[in-house]
């Protein structure tokens, strides 16, 4: 059972930056398909960006150009490059492995949550003036 821990959240004024981290143990991300969600308060958990074994990305039209996702396998780690960030990034951030769902990526980039038992601490993102 793979477990992840979510790292690299903070508050910035809009237009800053920030990377988040996703590190994975009790097995390899090798295989997997890695994904970024989000939370804000009072609303339903949405997928932000996606990242598959073979390093395809995806990202949710209102994060395209300003984020970027990645992995670094040999660190077991996924991370995701928010820039120019906005009020409306403001929210818990969240990621999730999958090896078995070949639509995993295609819900993550939909902007939609993705329904699971297990999920991280997440990470606090706050962005505001």
């Known amino acids: 059972q793979v477990q992840v821990a979510e790292s690299g959240g903070g508050s910035v004024q809009p237009g800053g930056s920030l990377r988040l981290s996703c590190a994975a143990s009790g097995a390899t991300l090798d295989y997997s398909a890695i994904g970024w969600f989000r939370q804000a308060p009072g609303t339903e958990r949405k997928g932000v960006s996606c990242i598959t074994s073979n390093g395809n990305t995806f990202y949710e039209a209102s994060v395209k150009g300003r984020f970027a996702i990645s992995r670094d396998n040999a660190k077991n780690t996924v991370y995701l490059q928010m820039n120019n960030l906005k009020p409306e990034d403001a929210a818990v951030y969240y990621c999730?492995?999958?090896?078995?769902?070949?639509?995993?990526?295609?819900?993550?980039?939909?902007?939609?949550?993705?329904?699971?038992?297990?999920w991280g601490q997440g990470t606090q993102v706050t962005v505001s003036s």
């Open positions: 999730l492995t999958n090896r078995d769902d070949p639509l995993f990526c295609g819900v993550v980039a939909a902007g939609v949550n993705y329904e699971n038992d297990y």
